[in-house]
């Protein structure tokens, strides 16, 4: 009986996980769709890209499999892909901007454990400090480069112009917004402990109530 009911637990773990993935996936494709017709209609890029930060936040904070990690980046990738190539972009095009779209996503998972060995926190200088420089600053490069080669080769831009670019806006959305998601995120944590605290005085008080003889 224990086995069956470990076999059906791991399957229920694996159908959620894969069902964050695909919704991840299909999330980030609509957001990048977005972010292109927004880039479209305005002529520039907008200043911040907060969804790679989102992604960073849940992947460092939920203890996940590795395996399920780079499944979820790998659930990013195709939805940025596909978006691309909806938006008429050719195919090769298409996975290279995808890539460079996911890169800072996958570079945090790599190097935030070179700085951390816990979950991110943010509430003090070096905590901060250990969650921005592997996260915000080296997690930027490997995208900047990609999203810079990309453009310079397929529109003839130019690539420090443009690796700066894709920097600055990947760097300043996971340094501002993660930062903020941890900050709501530990508030929301205290404040459910203290209301399931409370909860618990209640019933132990109600239950002093109850058995006091009368």
């Known amino acids: 009986m224990s086995i069956v009911s470990t076999s059906r637990h791991r399957l229920r773990s694996h159908a959620t996980r894969a069902a964050i993935c695909l919704t991840a996936g299909v999330g980030y494709g609509a957001a990048y769709a977005l972010l292109i017709v927004m880039a479209r209609l305005l002529g520039a890029s907008p200043a911040m890209w907060p969804v790679n930060a989102m992604a960073i936040v849940y992947l460092l904070t939920e203890r996940q499999p590795s395996p399920w ?22 195919l090769v095009p298409s996975a290279v901007f995808g890539l460079a779209q996911v890169l800072p996503v996958a570079g945090a998972i790599v190097f935030f454990p070179w700085f951390s060995k816990g979950r991110p926190e943010v509430h003090s200088v070096g905590g901060l400090l250990r969650f921005i420089i592997p996260t915000s600053i080296l997690a930027a490069i490997p995208g900047a480069v990609a999203g810079a080669l990309a453009e310079a080769i397929w529109s003839g831009a130019n690539f420090l112009n443009i690796f700066a670019f894709w920097f600055t806006i990947s760097a300043l959305s996971v340094m501002v917004c993660s930062v903020f998601l941890l900050s709501v995120r530990r508030d929301l944590l205290a404040s459910a402990k203290t209301a399931s605290r409370l909860a618990e005085l209640g019933a132990v008080a109600a239950s002093f109530v109850h058995n006091t003889p009368r």
């Open 69 to 90: 990690k780079w499944a979820f980046v790998f659930a990013l990738f195709l939805g940025a892909t596909i978006t691309s190539r909806v938006m008429a972009l050719g």
